[in-house]
């Protein structure tokens, strides 16, 4: 199972808003509705943003926002902030019981 | 609040083998599905595998690269799931994370394994 196909780097100025692409096949991220997002500050724990596509964990700020369409998902970060800059990875389910991540993508904060 | 601790991580030759443990507190231990999930030394994040909770079957699932020679045990009495990995490749060199639930919901901080002769 290959990973998922996501940009290697977005960037933003503060305040404006930023979309993350995830592409999968119709055998993962177009099969089901088990997408979840994680951001990644180098040398920390990742942390879990939006699970089952587009829904937010509590104390996740809703600056997070999640879709999908077709084999397609994407996260959206509005109101860019300097604390946003870091590294964001999608995650699929894709059958079997297995899982696999995207290729990440590392945000800039201009 | 949710705690996972790893350890274990270290210094290993090609071939030979590491067994990691992770501790976890703040949650019913034996209700969570656990993973351990690594990332490779500039490479992102990729998952490793997972064992369901008892009343869930207790059932393992391992990705591709490691199926075979890695695998993930618990003892809900302990609080802990260990991640045993036998015939190392220089590939599986990466910090490991544990992993609740799925989505991955509560990530430890990593051990660090490095398998180099």
């Known amino acids: 199972q290959s990973a998922l196909t996501q940009p290697a780097s977005v960037s933003g100025s503060p305040g404006q808003s930023i979309t993350i692409s995830c592409t999968g096949t119709s055998s993962d991220v177009g099969s089901n509705n088990l997408v979840s997002w994680y951001q990644h500050h180098p040398g920390k724990a990742p942390k879990f943003l939006i699970y089952?596509?587009?829904k937010r964990p509590s104390g996740v700020s809703n600056r997070f926002s999640g879709s999908k369409s077709g084999n397609t998902a994407s996260l959206t970060i509005s109101g860019l902030q300097a604390e946003d800059e870091a590294d964001y990875y999608c995650c699929s389910y894709v059958g079997s019981s297995l899982y696999v991540f995207g290729t990440g993508t590392k945000v800039t904060v201009l | 609040e949710v705690q996972l601790v790893e350890s274990g991580g270290g210094l290993v030759k090609p071939g030979g083998s590491l067994r990691l443990s992770c501790v976890g507190s703040g949650f019913t231990f034996s209700n969570a599905w656990m993973n351990w999930v690594r990332q490779a030394p500039g490479k992102g994040l990729e998952w490793v595998g997972r064992?369901?909770?008892?009343?869930?079957?207790?059932?393992?699932d391992y990705a591709a690269p490691v199926k075979g020679r890695f695998t993930v045990s618990r003892d809900d009495s302990k609080n802990t799931v260990w991640l045993q990995m036998n015939s190392l490749k220089t590939e599986d060199t990466a910090v490991y994370y544990c992993v609740t639930g799925l989505p991955l919901d509560y990530w430890g901080q990593g051990t660090l394994v490095t398998v180099s002769s």
């Open positions: 064992i369901k909770s008892k009343p869930d079957g207790g059932t393992t």
């Open positions: 089952e596509g587009s």
